[in-house]
């Protein structure tokens, strides 16, 4: 029987349901409704606190367990309990009993108005449970809260530190979703020069992406969507000379039927093909001037024109039989070289229905025919009827009401038929008028949110309910200049729109706010805007100006469907805090996330904002509470990251240059934060809770460390307690100091094997040093040793206490990749090392013998497909937590197994390997050309022949093998050296 699934109870009343007692999960889930039912309105925020142990969504969508829950639940004895009509009510009476937890939240001020300024962790639980109703809750939970407030660990909080984590929390969430629906243009514009100065009246785009304008004049200009000119084609110069000369007033696309409309000054509706753009027909005589023209499809072979002029009136022209219908008119007789029929010609066809609505008190700025919603929207800079959504005919007695205007509007048969253009109105039941002040300019509709979005001379955009015009739901301020163009795009939820400074902006439909701004100064925009329009097959905005530009979104990158990432940018570095089982990592874009360690979820994100620099290294404070992160900027922050909140910010005086490492260390019974980077110098910050500047200085620098320090940029820092510390440099150079002293104590490069000497441009940096602890190391020179990675993937193990004596080297990576990171054991007998390329190796120390042959791994995998940047040990675990470039964070068991990618759909347990993706791999690991085995039927490529020559393929096996010895090929995703011999 399937979890979750309802049992019909053998009790008369029939209406009893069947619960399963199945593990502590059913417990903690269980827990989490019942706080969930009796919190009220606005207390999401502080139950996901207090649930700390399901790691940020143990518990979402419980219908849909992981495989591997349902394996392990199912091995278990259970006994199913019926739960009694008296159960049932004394649950329900419970609910009703519970305190609303907004209100509830203000009775835990108790302590500070009872004369407490803080409380310990023991009366924080007792009045948690007291003022929120949960007697029951884990005292595990609550503690966990504690220490997230509980920052500094003193062991005690007031009131405002509780209000600070709470409000911070929210904001970060809050700014966690903004930050997910983040867009932007790529800056600044793509621009094309127009050699003229006639304005561009509109732009449309096709069904394959090609951009049309039409100019004033009447030159038809293609594009492709880069602006790259296709073809341009004037359509007035074709007919006499002496002719007066046109202009076009707009123009749009009939796509369904291949055809691109015109309305000219001279009252006319032109029509060309618009592959060719031959002239195709065209109907003239117009009472009015079409000032704006728009097309609709509404069924097979039926369409809407329609239009509005300078008298405030909407004219529209229903046909059907399309197809025919123009065809009749294309063989019309010619006037100015294109076929021709009056408008008063053109209503006598039975397939053409005529309808003129007096509409506005002024000029129509924009009509438009929504299928959709089987409207004509309108719009005027007249206030009282500001825009109209009316009916394209009415609503009751339709067919009676047109023949009454058609009896109307012609006179007799036998004569001349004479169209009398007196516009209608619409009765008030067919029609909706929004009355706005100063008019609009602009507008789009949007069935899919029932939206309905305004623009105009007073700077506001106002979003309304369409199908009520009394007050707009919403108003969008942040331009400083009329708006001329909106455009909804309902795939992303969004509206853009353009004012006649040059202002383009983003907003989003749900949170009503600013996404992006592009200014006139960054997109580089020049003149007067005459046209805009948004492509969402392209996702580009083109905009006419005294030049044709597009501002193109940034897409990001679409991954493959069966890859999985942990962040959007590249991943600098990752740590694991033992007090909360949390993983952190950060990114390229300053983006800090933490994870719930034994589960793979996400439980928080902060950071990503623009005064934020590149993250480029990371530690923890000993506690395990506080997050120390270094920049690209040179300034190091230290976080609560359980609530986001930057409590200092420690920075030079003067200009800062980039932060490569950082460590948190303690000497004697003082903390300190030690920092290292370009600047070539070592930096260190007091650690000092109670001094609550927000920026600190750095201590005065070593003497020794001005004089005697590093010449090139220093990489990384490692400390050896008590007292010592060692550096590496660019340059190879690695320096150990003693802290107490501020002196060195020793200082030594890697020499230089014989195969490495000739190599042109050799890179001798240390990106990585550790310090080991090992006693089988004390044969050789002491206790502790220095491991250093070196140039072709080498290893160095030092000396530390014998003033840097070599002890010995060997090749860590089998490909002579660099060696990124450096990782040991608690007890220092493995050495975890990971290369470039993403490959990872386990070295037993206790085997390490200088004056034997090289050490053998004894085990390796490829973890990822680009650089390593994050690589640790938890000990306690057995696991191993490693980051990349390839934007991932990913856990791995210590013998290499893969666990999980952080932020994968399915949950994991640490403990349970059926929960672990093992015997899988990533499959971008799977996929990667390096990934390939070095076998040698692997390198020899068959042929046909091959099989019906078996000793000639022994031939060529030989001369193949000795081509692609030199190549790099590498092994599969996990192996061992019991498997593998050393090249």
Known sequence: MSLGKKVRSSSASGRLETQHVTSILSELWSTEDRMRNTSGPGSNKVTDDFSASRRGGVSEDRKEQPEWLIRELLKQNRRRHSVTLGDQAQIMRQQHHSIDLARSLCSLQ???????RSIDAKKFGRIVKTCLGLPKTCNAQIQGLFKKIDYSGQGRISWDDFCTHMLQEYKEKQETARRSKQVAFTLPATMKALCHSVPIVNIH????????????????????????????????????????SKWASDFTLMTEYNKLMIGTGDRELQLYELSTLEPYCQINALDTVPLTLDYGYTGPDKCCILYGDTEGCVTIILISSVGDTLRLWNKLPKIENIPNIAIDNAVLSPNVTFVRWKVHQDWVTQA??????????????????????GRVLPLTDAEQQLNEIREACYE??????????TPQHRASCDQRVFTIHKGVKTFDLCQKHSLLVTGGMDRLIRMWNPHFSGKPTGVLKGHSAPIIYLGIFSADSQIFSVSIDRTVKIWDIQDQCCLFTAEPKANRIHGDISACSYSSAMRSLYIAADCMAVLSLKIRPQLHSRLTVSHNEPVMCCGYSEEFRQVVSCT??????????????????????????????MTFDPKGRRLITGGRDGCLKIWNFNNGQCLKTLQKDGESREVFDCIFLKVHRNFYVMSVGRDRKIDIYSDIPEDHHHVQRPQPSWQDDLTNGHKEDILCVAQCPPSLVATGSYDGEIIVWNVVSGCIQCRFVSPLLVEQQNVEGLDTSVPSIIFLKNSKLQQFSSTTALVSSAALGCVDLWSVLSGGL???????????????????TEKGALLYAADRIGYIYVYDMEKFAPTEKPPRAEIFWRAHTSRITGLEIVDNDQVVLTSSTDYTVRLWSAHGEFIGTFGQSESWSIHISSSWKHPAVPYEVLIDPLSMPDHEILNFKTCPS?????????AHRGGLKSETSSKLRLPPASTSDTDSEED
């Open 368 to 389: 438009k025919y929504f299928q959709g919603f089987q409207a004509v929207v309108s719009s005027s800079n007249e206030e009282s009827s500001s825009l109209v959504i």
């Open 946 to 954: 091959d099989a019906i020559s078996p000793d000639k393929t022994d």
């Open 806 to 824: 070599l002890v010995g080297s060997f090749r860590a990576s089998r490909f002579q990749q660099k060696i990124e990171k450096l990782a040991k």
């Open 412 to 421: 007799g048969k036998s004569k001349k038929v004479q169209l009398s253009w």
């Open 205 to 244: 785009s096709t069904h394959d992406g090609s951009i049309v304008t039409v100019r004033e004049d009447g030159a038809v200009c293609y594009w492709s969507p880069e602006l790259k000119p296709l073809k341009t084609k004037h359509m007035f110069n074709e007919g006499p000379a002496n002719r007066k």
């Open 588 to 617: 390229e874009g300053s983006v800090v996330k933490v994870w719930d360690f034994d589960t793979g979820r996400q439980i928080f994100e902060f950071g990503g904002t623009h005064d934020l620099s590149v993250i480029t290294c």
């Open 110 to 116: 108790e302590f500070e108005t009872g004369g407490l």
